[in-house]
């Protein structure tokens, strides 16, 4: 928009033209049509509110996802102490477990204990007696006589365990002697087993063996048997 003005200038003329105050005029109008222009149409009035309704709204659900994110973080955490609650008390029934079943077998190797200690064998072999004395544990079940190696065939003395037992062994060594519910203790053929040689008994007789009555051998071997070799000692001692 253009603005043509035309004057006169006269001197000394009460209407004359400010032109500063023309030109303030002419940017302020200048200014306001401008500013008309830029005003925003109901449309964009529209927009703009729709805009800022859904900047409001993405602020709230950013709000409300923390929220949520942060109940997850909290309920995991629950989740995680619960869960280390229930390992602790998983491992205290554990070791209570352990406990008892560590209890229980030692209880059952001391019954065990007790008991192979109740059918211990011990054969203890008094050379300068010439008797015979048979424990089962700590209890005195059987003294009886015997003979032992004479002159030049002298009874190993020392511990020994059963080898093997036989109920009739025929010795190849003395021309097929027989030996009775024999107990072998050593290599070489030595053993306590029974003997028809009673009369000898009490003296030293045999060729290294130990000798003594056919019934009490017969007890011994039986005795040994039933509680096995392993849980058989025997001792010569003089």
């Given at each position: 928009m253009i603005y043509c003005f035309?004057?006169?200038?006269?001197?000394?003329?009460?209407?004359?033209?400010?032109?500063?105050?023309?030109?303030?005029?002419?940017?302020?109008l200048v200014a306001l049509l401008e500013n008309k222009d830029d005003e925003p149409t109901i449309e964009e009035q529209k927009e703009q509110k729709y805009i800022e309704e859904l900047s409001e709204e993405n602020k709230r659900l950013e709000k409300e996802i923390e929220e949520i994110v942060s109940r997850i973080e909290l309920k995991k955490d629950e989740e995680l102490v619960t869960i280390t609650k229930e390992e602790k008390k998983l491992q205290k029934i554990k070791k209570r477990k352990?406990?008892?079943?560590?209890?229980?077998?030692?209880?059952?190797?001391?019954?065990?204990?007790?008991?192979?200690?109740?059918?211990?064998?011990?054969?203890?072999?008094?050379?300068?007696?010439?008797?015979?004395?048979?424990?089962?544990?700590?209890?005195?079940?059987?003294?009886?006589?015997?003979?032992?190696?004479?002159?030049?065939?002298?009874?190993?003395?020392?511990?020994?365990?059963?080898?093997?037992?036989?109920?009739?062994h025929l010795s190849k060594k003395y021309h097929n002697a027989p030996m009775p519910y024999a107990v072998f203790f050593r290599g070489g053929g030595y053993a306590i087993h029974g003997t028809r040689s009673v009369s000898r008994l009490g003296r030293k007789a045999s060729h290294g063996c130990i000798r003594l009555r056919t019934s009490h051998a017969r007890q011994l071997y039986y005795l040994v048997k039933k509680s096995g070799k392993n849980n058989t000692d025997i001792r010569i001692m003089n």
């Open positions: 035309h004057f006169i200038y006269a001197k000394n003329n009460p209407f004359q033209i400010n032109f500063l105050e023309l030109e303030k005029n002419h940017e302020a352990a406990r008892k079943k560590r209890l229980a077998l030692q209880r059952l190797k001391a019954r065990k204990k007790r008991a192979l200690a109740r059918k211990h064998i011990y054969v203890k072999v008094r050379l300068s007696r010439q008797r015979i004395y048979v424990y089962r544990g700590k209890k005195l079940l059987h003294a009886w006589k015997i003979s032992t190696g004479k002159k030049g065939y002298a009874t190993p003395k020392g511990f020994y365990r059963p080898l093997y037992i036989e109920r009739m």
